[in-house]
């Protein structure tokens, strides 16, 4: 083997080293755009599951506050009569009485404890929750995106990415409409 043996086979080394390079600088390039495509999507699903979750919590809540509001305000609405009232008015009185607790000790037995306060901080649980989540996939999407920017922007790995069409990604930024957090009206 001569000199011209030794050239060859030291180019074909580069070349195959190049080519090897390349291809692994490729793959691992898509491989970091995937995780971007998937960790947007994890913010997507946050997103939806917020909206979901929140709205029908707060349908719950707003059920139970009502609930309870209309079983109290009732009650309270039957205030003594007054020391002037007639019997009958006092008769009438307490059939209304023992009317409103038979009706309440049906509640009291279904609902051994006023729920209202109870789906309230739950609400608030699953709100912050939910948030949390909602963070922690910002968090991971601009993480990817920015070893993906890191990297696409180095040399010689910016060829690599320029060829097989890869630019920089932007950060998170929700549109105006998701980055309003629910409404809670009650």
């Known amino acids: ?8 086979i030291v180019v074909a080394v ?11 600088t490729m793959n691992r390039l898509r ?18 599951k917020r909206y979901d979750t929140l709205t029908k919590m707060l349908e719950v809540t707003k059920g ?3 609930h309870e509001y209309e079983t109290l305000k009732d009650i309270i609405a ?17 059939n209304q009485i023992t009317s409103a607790l038979k009706s309440l000790n049906v509640v009291v037995e279904k609902y051994p404890e006023l ?3 109870t789906q309230f901080s739950k609400l608030n649980d699953h709100i912050a929750q939910i948030e949390d989540n909602l963070q922690a996939s910002r968090r991971l999407y601009n993480s ?4 993906m920017n890191q990297a696409i922007v180095v040399f010689p790995t910016s060829i690599v990415a320029n060829r097989i069409g890869i630019s920089k990604r932007s950060f ?15």
């Open 31 to 48: 491989k970091i755009d995937v995780k971007c495509d998937e960790a947007l999507s994890g913010i997507d699903v946050a997103l939806t």
């Open 172 to 186: 998170f930024e929700a549109e105006e409409m998701k980055r309003q957090d629910v409404e809670m009206k009650f």
């Open 144 to 147: 990817n995106v920015t070893r």
């Open 1 to 8: 083997m001569g000199t011209v043996g030794i050239v060859l």
């Open 115 to 117: 729920k209202a306060d």
């Open 14 to 24: 580069i070349i195959i080293a190049i080519v090897w390079w390349y291809i692994s």
């Open 64 to 66: 139970y506050a009502k």
């Open 78 to 94: 039957m205030r003594q009569p007054g020391a002037n009232a007639s019997v009958e008015d006092k008769a009438a009185y307490a």
